[in-house]
Structures are given as structure tokens and as C-alpha cells.
């Protein structure tokens, strides 16, 4: 029994519109709805509520809604409702507490405290519908001389790129945290997109094969599902020292959760644990990541670009350096807002830091180390509209990974109860019934209106900067300016304060 | 012509199909007025034994086995669609003893039949098609390669 | 090409449009001693009831004939085939020649001797139009009618007459109602039905005489086998009817009780076939040949005939017939749906409900693993699914009879049979 605690959430139903239809009892799987037979009407348990708003998107007489409970403590600012609740579950359970998604505590947002500048009267604007407006990027090493053979003609010395046709990913989800039908409306989106996705630590399931030259494939510290089939299989190899919702922590999928296809693509036991430890058992230094590096590589034929992602913690710019020393193409940092299937609330909540600024002292860090070009910068991190993308961008990423964002689009509503593993909508979940409430072609539709309402959007930006390519925005702090900060954050960013 | 099509697969066993279909047929109103301390009465039906679900409406056969059987010749093939025309019909129910898909049923009172047309009476796409929540109702031509 | 069809309702018209289904242009007469546009017959009982006109009533649209060239000739009568010659013979004497002709001349009632029937005048039967038409002309709201028969027939017409009348008896031999299709169970649930509904049943009994009723002028006396004696005014008798084989047998073509045909109407002569009431044809269900004068036999018998008339010896666009009686019959709001064969004596594997006014029965074959019959009184849903079953000869395993028997649903077929009839069918390219 859950002393103490009290439900989040009260489901407030219409009775005036109430056909008694029973399609929220249907789709609830925290069977948060019932039905009275003796009486015909609906009965809401507030108490099984995750407020992930399924029935109410359902309900075909718009009868419901879900509101956040009245019922409060004594109002006090240093105990809030939410600590006093917290506290109670882990004094009922003597656990750790679970979270999923990302960091919903009202820390500084930077992207929202930056401004895009605009062209008026000299260097004029770019009008994108009428002229071209170029997004295409590749990412990987750029700083190999240029060479020419005896006719004259380029030597292709350029080692491996990943090829995108504008700066935006689909970050890591595996393959059990996610569902099948997710993952294939991310497979392919990315495809009809002309970007990627990553399978994250679980796996490459055979049916996906065929998205490969849109997928990057991850290795991770558990080593799920890696053979030399699923290395040559993508655009890329990811490996993955940390993840900006958890740094500093493994993963962990439980036993229930890693059975049939999911175990079999990730090559563990039906049925076990699938653990991720917290740390590479075989990295303690950055030439042991090197050699890792290297090992994928030959084992690719040296025909994949190698990316290392890191979380965004506090030393990131000197670790950043000591990446970009280690052979990877591809430097990826994920920042403390980021999203994850599963992890302790503590560590969510509170380890690492904000991406903005942990990409902006990576990029001045490899410039002043004349490093930048040996390594494209990809970060990711709670990038929730074009606008975070833009300035990411102009801070100096060479592209950004959306996930969130992502699984919004595919219905996501921010329950934040993934690691319950009853996703209503049909994502972060491996129960049959559950999963087929996605459809991959409605998914991904959506996902590819998304990106492509972004992409006109990066454009719409970029013309009104006078900027008809985005290689011209990389890094062009120049663009930005803050508002409401102090001397030091403007320094970190690496802008000066708006107006000046 | 277009037809109604039903992914098994993408069946969530929500029946929002029925009350969309017994909206429809009441005239496309405000549902919660129509179809308030109502027992609904639709054209579709879902079958649901917790392991699969689908929908099921007149498959629209070329060789109508209802209109074939229909005493009163109420039942016609117009453009591809197979209309009751439930002023002619006077509700003997040979129709469903006929349709071996189980897709006639008699109306709210009993007296005649009714049937899926295509929501052509009701001056919109299939009311099923456009509230499934996952596609698993389709309205395509027949037999083209998705 | 030239097609001669004798009779105008069902099979007649299944008939056409099957001709039509496979050729546009070949030659159609149609020969009918009605002279009515095509009606629907079993619509009768519902003018009398007042739930139909003659209007809508008609079976096909006014231009039936037109659209689909036929020549008609109503009101005439086909009196002699001479397959020799290939002509039949009106009651005009004029001879009408045919490539290929098809009997469609359904059935007439048949009344059993009884004393004094001859001075009831006059003794009305219930099979046609005109029928329907005398009796809407001589019953009032205070006619007292009497019906011998409370099979089919007999019962459609009293239903159709307790709107115009309170007075409705019926008498029959048999001790229930339906006595063909019903055990005595689900019989005396129809019988209380009836009874409800103001009919008044007279069973296990027979008419041993009629007589005038001296105090009234046109009012009789019927005196029962069980000593009772009913007042009536009007008398129907639909006491059964008789496939009316005779143009054929008279030509030398094989008769049983029905015209002899096969799975696509073809009688036992040359060029001829027939379809309908009049026939006798194989349930695929059992084997045996029987005949099934049942309306949706008859439209399917008659479109079959009409297909491989027209196709003159092409490969047919339509499979062999597989017919089984199969019906559908409704008295005041209660309806009976029944197909294939439901009551074997002694038969293994019956299987009957009860549930308030419904009651359910199915004869599941354990052997053959096939769904032989069902008869379902007051729950029609979906009733077609095992009509289906049973005239496709489904194999059918137990488990998944049993499902079907708890409700009828496409859930407990296979998959791919589901798919098949749910999904689109793709075409590769």
C-alpha cells in the first residue's frame, strides 16, 4: 500500500457528455477507468492515473480531462508537495526512486534567454521560397589537406562522413526501452528524411537492416547485440560513454522487459536482466577509448565514421579534447536535460549540466586547441523546437539529436512513467496490445512532418539572417545575443549580452 | 471503387468505430447529444476475445449474396456499393440469415435492416475510416498495391 | 440465342439477369400466366398487413424488362413443351420457339378433401397477388377467418390479418405450429407468441366438415376432428403446396416431387431447364434430393440457369450451385432463421439453448467436423456466418464450432481466412 501518498492527478469526467462508451477503460492499461454496470456510467481512479492523457485524446465526446490534484499540504517553500511525496514513497519502499524522460525541475533554460538576430536594410534577407537554401551536412573529420594527382584531379582522402540532408538526428533509443513499432517509425522517418536514427544500446533487429544507411548503430558498456553484421550494418558506430539523464550510471533492462525479439536482437538470455554497467570495463583512459575506437573501425573496414557520446558534465571541454584526440569522427554530448527510459530520480535530476553551455566551452575549448575540424560536434539534449536547433547550431554544434521531441510527435504526452513499462501510447512498452496502438505509418508520417516543419523553419531563420547555407550559421555566435544573464554565463556562451 | 479495408494488426479493440458509425447514421450531430443513455446500433462491429480485434462492415461483394436472397428486392448493387433500400424492405431478415460475413443487422426498431453504405447517405468519408485512431480502417480502391 | 422463360417472379428474374451477367444481346422471352410486373412474392402477408403497397412491392424496378431487353408476355399461358421441336405452346395456341428455356413455374397450394369444401365459396388460398387482393376485398374488422395450416403459409397470412381483423383461426393437423421446421419446444414459445397476438390456434386437430351456418347469409360452420366447431366467414387454405412439374413431365423430363435438375438447373431434356418452386435439387448438406422452395434457392437456381444458358457451353463464369434450405420467417417481431438440417433423430451433436424467449440449436457433424444446421428463433445476429459454414462445407474442428456456437463472429476462423475477407487484396506490380 502507498501510505501517505496521495494521487497526482484527478480524472474529471463530463457526465453531461458521457456516452458511457468505455473507450477510456479500453485503453487505459493502468486501468484508471471503469464501468458500472448497475448504474451505466464510468468510474475514474484517480489514484491509477499517470495523467499520459490517452483516454482523454480518445474519448470521442471530449467528456474528459485530467487536472492536478487541490489536495495539498500546508503550503511551504521549502517542503513542496512534490519533496514531501517523494520522501513518503521511499519511506514506504526503502528504494531508489524511478524516473523516466527528462529533468522537469525549473532549472535555467539558455536557449530561452538567447536571441536570433535578422538582417535589415544591408546584407539583406534570403527569401528560402524563392531562393535556394542549402542544409545538407556531413558530419566527421574535416581537417585532411586538400590533394591533387598528377592530372590535377582531387585525391578522395576524405575519411567517412556520416551524410545528412540537414543537421538533425533521431538520438539513441533502444530497442526495448522503445517498442518495435517506435523503432520502426524512426527507421523510417530517418530513411524517407534522409537523416538518422540510432538504435541505442539494444540492438539491431533484422528487420531493420534495410533502413541501414540511415541508422547509427550504438555500442554500449553491456555490449547488446553487436556482431560484425550490425557494425557494417549502419551509417555510423556510436559509442556511448554517458547519457545526459543518467551520467555516471549504467542502464538497466529488466527481465520482463528483455524477452522474444528483444532479447534475441540484443543476444542475451530471453527473460534476464539486460545490464549496462556504468562504466566501459575496458575504458579507464582516453587510449583505451582510442583503441576501442580504432578496433570498430577495422572491424568496419574503415568505412564508418566513429562517434563518441558523452554526457555534458562539468570537466566536458576537457574530455571533449580528449575524444577528439581519440580517433572518433564524431564527438556527441548530451546535455542534463535530456531524456531516458528509465533512471534514478537523484541522478536525473540533479548530475550534469546544461547543454548550451557545455557545447559552447566544447567548441571554444577545440577551437582554441586548432582541434574543431578533426571532429564534428552533435549534441542533443531537450532540443525542443527549431529554435533550440538553431542556436545550437549557431553555438557551434554541427547538428543536434532530437528524441523527445521525437516521441511527442509519435504521441508521447510526458507522462514521465516509461519505466512503468505500460506506455498507453504505445512506445515505451513491450506489451503486444500496447505496442500495436502505434502504427509505424502514422508514425511515421508525423515524424517526418516534424523535421520537415523544422527544416522551413531553419530556413525562414536562416534567410532572414541573409544566410543561404547552413554552414554559415555553424558556429556564428555572432548571431546570438542574451538577455537576463550575468557577465560569466555570457562568457561561457561565448555572446555578447543583446543590445550591445 | 473504394471500399473499406480492415488491418487486423491495427486493431486496438477501442470500438470507437461503432459509435462513430452509430453517430454518423443519427446524422452527424453533436455524439454526446444523439448518443447519450443510448444503446448503440452500428453498421460496424468489433470483434474482440482479448487477443484479437478487428472491425467488421459490408465487405461490398460483386455477388451479393443478401441482394441475391432479398425477398422484397430491396437490396441493390449501385456503383459498386450494396444499398437496402429500406423503404422497400420489410424487415424479413432472409438478408442476414444471407451474408456470410454477418455485416446486415436489423435497425433500432426491428422493423427493417440496415447496412453499411459507405456513409454515401450521410455526406461524409466512412465515419469509421476517419475516427480510427490507428489507420486500421482503410478506405482505398480495391485491389491496387498499397 | 434466343431464351424462353416460363414464369415471372423470382427465379424468372434471377434468370434474366444471369443471361444478362454473361451476354448483353441474346434474345429473352418471358412467358407468364400473371399478368403483374414482377412482384415479390412473399411480400403478401405485408399488404395484407399493410406494411408494403404494391409499389414498392415490385421486385424489380418499372424497367426491368426494358433495360435488360426483355420481350414479356404477361397474362399468357404456357400450356406444352415439345423438345423436339423446341417450341412451347400458349394457351393462344400460338408456339414460341427457344434455343434454351427455363420452367419457373413455382408451385400451387393443394387442398385436402373435406366435407362440404365445395359449398365454402369461395375457398381462398394464399400464394399470390390475386390472392392477397380477394382477401383484402372480403376481410373487415369483424371477418371471421379461418386458416387451415399453421405451416408457413398459413401463419405469414394470419399475421398479415390479424391487422385487418380479430378474428384469426388457424387449425392444423399437427400438434405445434411450424410442425416442418420446429421441435415442440421452441414451437410452444411461437405458439404463446401467436397466441399474444390474437391468433387463435387450433392444433392437433383437422377439419371434418364444413357447413353453412343457417343464421347468417356467407357465414360457415367448420366442424374439427376434437368435437369443437368454429364460426369463420372466411376460409384460407394453405394447407401446403405442390411444385407444379407438369410441362415438364407432360415433355418426358424426370419428375420427383419436384423437376428434376442439376447443379446448374438443368432438367433431364435437352435445352431445358428449370429453377425455383417447381424444382428438386441436391442439399449439399445432406446429399439428398429435395425440394427447396425457399426464395434465395430460387433467385440463385434461376441466375445459375440463366449463366450457363447464355455461356452455350463456354467455360462458365460461376461455380456449380450449392444449395441448402435456408430461411428466414418472422411472426409479430418473432423471428426464426434456419438453415441446413437441425433435427436428425438420434442424431450425436445437437446442441440447443433456451434463453428467455430465444432458442438456439445447431447440429455440429463431430465426425466430419462440419456445421450441418442451425435454427435460431428471436437472435438473428449474424446468422449468415453459419449459413455460410454450413453451405460451403467448412471444416469446422470442434473447439472452434464451439466458439462460433457461443457467438457468431469471423474471430474463430483462421487467420488467413480472416484476412482474406478483411483485407485488400493486393495486386503486385
Known amino acids: 500500500m502507498e501510505l501517505y501518498v496521495h494521487p497526482e492527478f484527478e480524472i474529471v469526467r463530463n457526465e453531461k457528455k458521457c456516452i458511457a462508451c468505455r473507450v477510456c477503460e479500453r485503453q487505459c492499461a493502468n486501468c484508471a477507468h471503469g464501468y458500472d454496470a448497475d448504474s451505466g456510467s464510468m468510474e475514474g481512479y484517480d489514484e491509477k492515473c499517470v495523467n499520459c492523457h490517452r483516454c482523454v485524446t480518445l474519448c470521442p465526446t471530449k467528456a474528459l480531462k485530467i487536472v492536478q490534484t487541490a489536495h495539498t499540504f500546508r503550503p511551504n517553500a521549502n517542503w513542496s508537495n512534490n519533496t514531501i511525496r517523494e520522501l513518503y514513497l521511499q519511506a514506504n519502499t526503502g528504494g531508489v526512486l524511478l524516473s523516466s524522460m527528462g529533468n522537469p525541475r525549473p532549472l535555467p533554460n539558455y536557449f530561452d534567454r538567447i536571441l536570433l538576430n535578422a538582417s535589415q536594410v544591408t546584407n539583406p534577407p534570403i527569401d528560402p521560397l524563392r531562393e535556394p537554401m542549402e542544409t545538407r551536412t556531413y558530419l566527421g573529420k574535416k581537417s585532411i589537406p586538400l590533394q591533387r594527382g598528377a592530372a590535377g584531379k582531387l585525391i578522395e582522402n576524405l575519411t567517412p562522413q556520416i551524410a545528412l540532408t540537414m543537421p538533425l538526428m533521431f538520438s539513441a533509443m533502444s530497442y526495448g526501452s522503445i517498442s518495435y513499432n517506435a523503432h520502426a517509425s524512426l527507421a523510417r522517418a530517418a530513411t524517407e528524411l534522409g537523416i538518422c536514427y540510432n538504435t541505442g544500446e539494444g540492438g539491431l533487429h533484422r528487420a531493420f537492416y534495410r533502413y541501414g544507411s540511415n541508422t547509427i548503430v550504438q555500442v554500449a558498456s553491456g555490449r547488446f547485440g553487436i556482431h560484425t553484421d550490425y557494425l557494417m550494418a549502419g551509417a555510423a558506430v556510436e559509442i556511448k560513454m554517458g547519457q545526459g539523464a543518467k551520467p555516471g550510471i549504467g542502464g538497466h533492462l529488466p527481465g520482463k522487459k528483455n524477452v522474444g525479439e528483444v532479447a534475441r536482437t540484443r543476444m542475451t538470455p530471453d527473460g534476464s536482466d539486460a545490464i549496462s554497467p556504468a562504466p566501459h570495463h575496458d575504458i579507464y583512459s582516453i587510449e583505451d577509448l582510442r583503441q576501442l575506437v580504432y578496433s570498430l573501425k577495422e572491424t568496419a573496414g574503415n568505412s564508418k565514421p566513429i562517434i563518441v557520446k558523452i554526457a555534458a558534465v562539468h570537466n566536458v571541454a576537457a574530455i571533449a579534447s580528449g575524444v577528439a584526440r581519440s580517433g572518433a569522427d564524431i564527438i556527441a554530448i548530451d546535455g542534463f536535460r535530456g531524456g531516458t527510459g528509465a533512471a534514478p530520480t537523484r541522478i536525473r535530476d540533479h548530475v550534469g549540466i546544461p547543454i548550451e553551455l557545455a557545447l559552447a566551452s566544447v567548441d571554444t575549448r577545440l577551437r582554441e586547441e586548432g582541434i574543431r575540424d578533426d571532429i564534428s560536434l552533435v549534441v542533443g539534449g531537450s532540443i525542443r523546437s527549431a529554435a533550440d536547433w538553431i542556436k545550437a547550431i549557431a553555438l557551434g554544434a554541427d547538428a543536434c539529436y532530437i528524441a523527445t521531441g521525437a516521441l511527442l510527435a509519435l504521441g508521447c504526452h510526458l507522462c514521465r512513467s516509461c519505466h512503468i513499462g505500460l506506455c498507453n501510447w504505445g512506445i515505451a512498452t513491450q506489451r503486444a496490445d500496447l505496442v500495436k496502438r502505434l502504427n509505424p505509418e502514422i508514425g511515421a508520417e508525423r515524424l517526418v512532418n516534424l523535421v520537415k516543419a523544422w527544416q522551413h523553419e531553419l530556413k525562414e531563420v536562416m534567410g532572414g539572417m541573409g544566410i543561404n547555407s547552413v554552414e554559415a550559421l555553424r558556429g556564428n555566435r555572432l548571431m546570438l545575443r542574451g538577455v537576463g544573464m550575468t557577465q560569466e554565463e555570457l562568457r561561457v556562451l561565448g555572446i555578447e549580452h543583446a543590445g550591445s | ?146 | 440465342m434466343k431464351h424462353v422463360i416460363i414464369g415471372n417472379s423470382t427465379a424468372a428474374v434471377g434468370c434474366v439477369e444471369g443471361i444478362r451477367r454473361v451476354n448483353r444481346t441474346d434474345d429473352i422471352v418471358l412467358i407468364a400466366d400473371e399478368s403483374h410486373h414482377t412482384y415479390a412474392r412473399p411480400l403478401i402477408s405485408y399488404l395484407l398487413a399493410g406494411k408494403t403497397d404494391k409499389e414498392r412491392m415490385k421486385y424489380r424496378k418499372d424497367d426491368f424488362y426494358e433495360v435488360n431487353g426483355v420481350t414479356s408476355l404477361l397474362g399468357k399461358t404456357a400450356v406444352s413443351i415439345d423438345p423436339a421441336k423446341n417450341t412451347v405452346t400458349l394457351d393462344s395456341g400460338e408456339a414460341v420457339g427457344y434455343d434454351n428455356l427455363l420452367v419457373a413455374t413455382g408451385a400451387s397450394p393443394v387442398f385436402f378433401p373435406a366435407e362440404g369444401l365445395a359449398q365454402v365459396k369461395p375457398a381462398h388460398t394464399f400464394t399470390t397477388l390475386d390472392d392477397a387482393d380477394a382477401l383484402l376485398k372480403c376481410v373487415r374488422e369483424s371477418t371471421r377467418v379461418l386458416i387451415v395450416g399453421a405451416g408457413l403459409i398459413g401463419l405469414k397470412c394470419a399475421e398479415g390479418l390479424r391487422a385487418r381483423t380479430t378474428h384469426v383461426a388457424v387449425v392444423d393437423l399437427a400438434p405445434i405450429v411450424l410442425s416442418s421446421m420446429l421441435k415442440p419446444a421452441p414451437a410452444e414459445i411461437m405458439q404463446a407468441h401467436l397466441e399474444q397476438n390474437g391468433v387463435e390456434l387450433h392444433l392437433g386437430t383437422s377439419v371434418k366438415a364444413f357447413r353453412p351456418d343457417e343464421a347468417r347469409h356467407g357465414a360457415y360452420f367448420a366442424e374439427l376432428q376434437n368435437g369443437e366447431s368454429l364460426g369463420f366467414d372466411v376460409l384460407v387454405y394453405a394447407a401446403g403446396v405442390r411444385a407444379n412439374i407438369q410441362l415438364v413431365k407432360d415433355a418426358g423430363g424426370a419428375c420427383g416431387r419436384g423437376i428434376t435438375v442439376d447443379a446448374f438447373g438443368q432438367t433431364s431434356l435437352p435445352q431445358v431447364y428449370a429453377a425455383g418452386d417447381c424444382t428438386e435439387s441436391t442439399d449439399v448438406c445432406t446429399g439428398q434430393r429435395k425440394v427447396m422452395a425457399l426464395l434465395p434457392n430460387a433467385y440463385m437456381q434461376g441466375e445459375a440457369a440463366g449463366m450457363h444458358m447464355a455461356a452455350a457451353g463456354a467455360p462458365l463464369p460461376c461455380q456449380p450451385l450449392g444449395l441448402i434450405p435456408e430461411n428466414a420467417i418472422g411472426f409479430f417481431g418473432k423471428h426464426i432463421l434456419s438453415a441446413g438440417v437441425y433435427f436428425e433423430d438420434g442424431a450425436d451433436g445437437i446442441y440447443e439453448d433456451f434463453d428467455g424467449g430465444s432458442y438456439r440449436c445447431f447440429y455440429y457433424d463431430k465426425t466430419a467436423q462440419r456445421l450441418r444446421g442451425y435454427i435460431l428463433m428471436d437472435c438473428p445476429q449474424r446468422a449468415g456466418i453459419y449459413t455460410a459454414l454450413i453451405r460451403n462445407g467448412t471444416q469446422l474442428p470442434e473447439e472452434q464450432f464451439l466458439q462460433l456456437r457461443r457467438e457468431p463472429g469471423l474471430i474463430a476462423f483462421p487467420s488467413q481466412a480472416r484476412i482474406d475477407i478483411l483485407r485488400k487484396k493486393e495486386v503486385a506490380q
Open chain 2, 1 to 146: 471503387m473504394r471500399k473499406i479495408f480492415v488491418r487486423e494488426e491495427w486493431c486496438l479493440g477501442c470500438h470507437l468505430c461503432e459509435y462513430h458509425c452509430a453517430n454518423a447514421n443519427l446524422g452527424n450531430g453533436d455524439m454526446a447529444k444523439a448518443l447519450k443513455g443510448r444503446r448503440i446500433n452500428p453498421r460496424i462491429t468489433v470483434e474482440d476475445d482479448g487477443r484479437i480485434c478487428f472491425a467488421v462492415s459490408c465487405r461490398h461483394c460483386t455477388e451479393p449474396d443478401c441482394k441475391k436472397s432479398c425477398i422484397s428486392g430491396a437490396i441493390s448493387v449501385v456503383d459498386g456499393v450494396v444499398q437496402v433500400d429500406q423503404d422497400k424492405c420489410v424487415g424479413c431478415y432472409t438478408c442476414i440469415l444471407a451474408c456470410p460475413y454477418g455485416t446486415i443487422q436489423p435497425n433500432a426498431e426491428g422493423h427493417v435492416v440496415q447496412k453499411c453504405e459507405l456513409c454515401l447517405q450521410n455526406g461524409c468519408e466512412p465515419a469509421c475510416v476517419s475516427h480510427c485512431p490507428n489507420r486500421a480502417i482503410i478506405y482505398e480502391q480495391e485491389g491496387v498495391s498499397a
